[in-house]
T-cell receptor, first 116, second 115 residues
């Protein structure tokens, strides 16, 4: 069965420090992978997505993610964190099924806190 | 110019009541979804409609009944509300696979509190 694991429930970094949020997936075929961010009281905003091609994907707000098939991982990175990046981050895999329409299976999320 | 809009944003109601949440998207997407986010922030799909046809029903209690009058609207009606229904409900929409390289657009959520 498809699943997504985000090993870190809560991460705290200092402003200006680099960030890496981990995501591991379980999926039989080539996965479609996504990272979403949820600010407090807000909906989910798509940061970036991977379908195929270059395994290093650039997203909005200075985020990037690298797909590593051998490790079944899709880790999210940012070289320098800003206080406004404090939020909940969700990794998701697109689970296709017959008909081509699909659902997203989400990880449990990682809460990022940023110290000034 | 909100792409996916949900109403209401907050809903507080008593156990046993019936309530509805409305969702509309102006993106021209064919598929719409309802997701539930529990108190631990875990997101799980409930329903999906494609062009008004139900295509995903993830073992949700019968008290939950989605209705899609047209492909731009997907409403969620909940009968006999229970305490465990308290959660944030997100509506989302997406184009079909292969079109615009696919992606969900989420609404801002409806926080339902059952007391």
């Amino acid at each position: 069965a498809q699943s997504v694991t985000q090993p870190d429930i809560h991460i705290t970094v200092s402003e200006g420090a680099s960030l890496e949020l981990r995501c591991n997936y379980s999926y039989g075929a080539t996965p479609y992978l996504f990272w979403y961010v949820q600010s407090p009281g807000q909906g989910l905003q798509l940061l970036l997505k991977y379908f195929s091609g270059d395994t290093l994907v650039q997203g909005i707000k200075g985020f990037e993610a690298e797909f590593k098939r051998s490790q079944s991982s899709f880790n999210l990175r940012k070289p320098s964190v800003h206080w406004s990046d404090a939020a909940e981050y969700f990794c998701a895999v697109g689970a296709g099924f017959s008909g081509g329409y699909n659902k997203l299976i989400f990880g449990a999320g990682t809460r990022l806190a940023v110290h000034p | 110019d909100t792409a996916v809009s949900q109403t209401p944003k907050y809903l507080v109601t008593q156990m046993g009541n019936d309530k509805s949440i409305k969702c509309e998207q102006n993106l021209g997407h064919d598929t719409m979804y309802w997701y539930k986010q529990d108190s631990k922030k875990f997101l799980k799909i409930m329903f999906s409609y494609n062009n008004k046809e139900l295509i995903i029903n993830e073992t949700v209690p019968n008290r939950f009944s989605p209705k899609s009058p047209d492909k731009a609207h997907l409403n969620l009606h909940i009968n006999s509300l229970e305490l465990g229904d308290s959660a944030v409900y997100f509506c989302a929409s997406s184009p079909p696979w292969g079109r615009e390289r696919y992606g969900y657009t989420f609404g801002s959520g409806t926080r339902l509190t059952v007391v």
